[in-house]
T-cell receptor, first 111, second 114 residues
Framework: SQQGEEDPQALSIQEGENATMNCSYKTSINNLQWYRQNSGRGLVHLILIRSNEREKHSGRLRVTLDTSKKSSSLLITASRAADTASYFC???????????FGAGTTVTVRA | NAGVTQTPKFRVLKTGQSMTLLCAQDMNHEYMYWYRQDPGMGLRLIHYSVGEGTTAKGEVPDGYNVSRLKKQNFLLGLESAAPSQTSVYFCASSYGVAGRNEQFFGPGTRLTVL
């Protein structure tokens, strides 16, 4: 069963605006990852945040993790047309051998 | 480096036919995975391998078999295809365990079973 659930399912923003999406999960996790998928392509890793970290940055990406609420957020600042994609969170549990992916948030950036 | 490659890119099968999907990686990764992606459901793990000669079941293994005879290759087999196996299949690999390492994905194989 899917561990993570992204919210919203879809998001449409104007170029230059920020995009925020959330991921909630059910059980305790070791780490949480975010991936991007452009239409018709494979997934690309964006960022990994460990359970003992609260915030992490990578370029225009900011990820937060709140283990007490079992949730994470991904913020994309100053969005560009190239950010149009689906974004997935993925969690791993105690054995770390497997990732569980959510259904994703589809982001459309309008020019 | 080619990264993770998948063969074929597209395939149409009739119910009951068999086929093998090939995944190859040139990054010397120990771990390899097969996922399927269906609309609105994200990725679901079919089988995975933690090293040459090993395989393990994932979330949705029924109807599929896998083999990892060589470290760089991970094969996914459908012995008797069913329409429910119509999906996009992704292979991925990672240096270490999935939860602590970035996974590298192939471009996908779009399979239709009629």
């Amino acid at each position: 069963s899917q561990q993570g659930e992204e919210d919203p399912q879809a998001l449409s923003i104007q170029e230059g605006e920020n995009a925020t999406m959330n991921c909630s999960y059910k059980t305790s996790i070791n780490n949480l990852q975010w991936y991007r998928q452009n239409s018709g392509r494979g997934l690309v890793h964006l960022i990994l945040i460990r359970s003992n970290e609260r915030e992490k940055h990578s370029g225009r990406l900011r990820v937060t993790l709140d283990t007490s609420k079992k949730s994470s957020s991904l913020l994309i600042t100053a969005s560009r047309a190239a950010d149009t994609a689906s974004y997935f969170c993925a969690t791993s549990e105690s054995n770390d051998y497997k990732l569980s992916f959510g259904a994703g948030t589809t982001v459309t950036v309008r020019a | 480096n080619a990264g993770v490659t998948q063969t074929p890119k597209f395939r149409v099968l009739k119910t009951g036919q068999s086929m093998t999907l090939l995944c190859a990686q040139d990054m010397n990764h120990e771990y390899m995975y097969w996922y399927r992606q269906d609309p609105g459901m994200g990725l679901r793990l079919i089988h995975y391998s933690v090293g040459e000669g090993t395989t393990a079941k994932g979330e949705v293994p029924d109807g599929y078999n896998v083999s990892r005879l060589k470290k760089q290759n991970f094969l996914l087999g459908l012995e008797s295809a069913a329409p429910s196996q119509t999906s996009v299949y992704f292979c991925a690999s990672s240096y270490g365990v999935a939860g602590r390492n970035e996974q590298f994905f192939g471009p996908g194989t779009r399979l239709t079973v009629l």
